[in-house]
């Protein structure tokens, strides 16, 4: 497969992730979105819609890699490269375990997944992005990378500011339904798609000679 198949490939997977995410805003009511984050979704009724969102921006991450695979060969981008081979595994792990409770140890899977992927997906972006970045072939995307990645940045500082606010210092306690942060964690995933969706927009539409 070509990189501009691939991009577009993987485009539509994580189009279809957040496809899936708003509908279960509608199918699953019962989830205050502002207090819930979207794992939970996975408790519910139509639990394996939220894996199948899970497993969808994780193809959307292989999706970039293979896009822009040959597109630098810069430290930076090599260690960003096999980051975001384990931001994959970690979406396709979150999909397989359940954020149960009382916890076990799938749950406990499952935070160390939802971790990886909260916490390190703008150390990846900003790895990869300015490896990108540094390419002549990309220098017309220079901006686009730079506005994606302080975006995701945004998205990150916006939920874990929150909890700071609200003086959580540990994973969150489920059984409280009152720790308004799920439009946060809504907002930082979409924040982290837009990155994807920005990368792949570029390789697919734009053709980068190299990408």
Not at 65 to 94: D, H
Not at 99 to 125: D, E, K, M, Q, R
Not at 173 to 185: A, E, M
Request: some cysteine; charged content about 10%; overall charge positive.
């Amino acid at each position: 497969m070509n990189s501009r198949n691939c991009a577009r490939m993987g485009l539509a997977a994580v189009a279809s992730f957040l496809i899936l995410l708003a509908a279960l805003h509608f199918i699953e009511p019962a989830f205050d979105a502002s207090k819930r984050l979207i794992s939970e979704y996975e408790l519910g009724r139509y639990g394996w819609v939220m894996s199948l969102a899970f497993f969808s921006l994780g193809v959307g991450v292989l999706a970039v890699l293979c896009s822009t695979w040959n597109a630098s060969t810069v430290r930076r981008a090599l260690i960003g490269r096999w980051w975001f081979v384990v931001i994959a595994a970690a979406l396709f792990g979150a999909g397989i375990f359940y954020p149960y409770t009382p916890p076990n140890l799938a749950s406990a899977i499952h935070g160390l997944c939802g971790a990886i992927v909260i916490a390190t997906f703008p150390i990846a972006a900003t790895l990869y992005g300015s490896a990108l970045a540094r390419s002549k072939d990309w220098m017309a995307a220079r901006g686009l990378l730079r506005w994606a990645t302080v975006l995701v940045w945004v998205g990150l500082l916006s939920f874990a500011g929150s909890t700071v606010v609200l003086g959580i210092s540990k994973p969150v306690d489920r059984s409280d339904p009152n720790l308004p942060i799920g439009w946060q964690n809504r907002f930082m995933i979409v924040t982290y798609s837009l990155w994807l969706m920005a990368v792949m927009w570029q390789v697919a539409f734009h053709n980068p000679r190299r990408a």
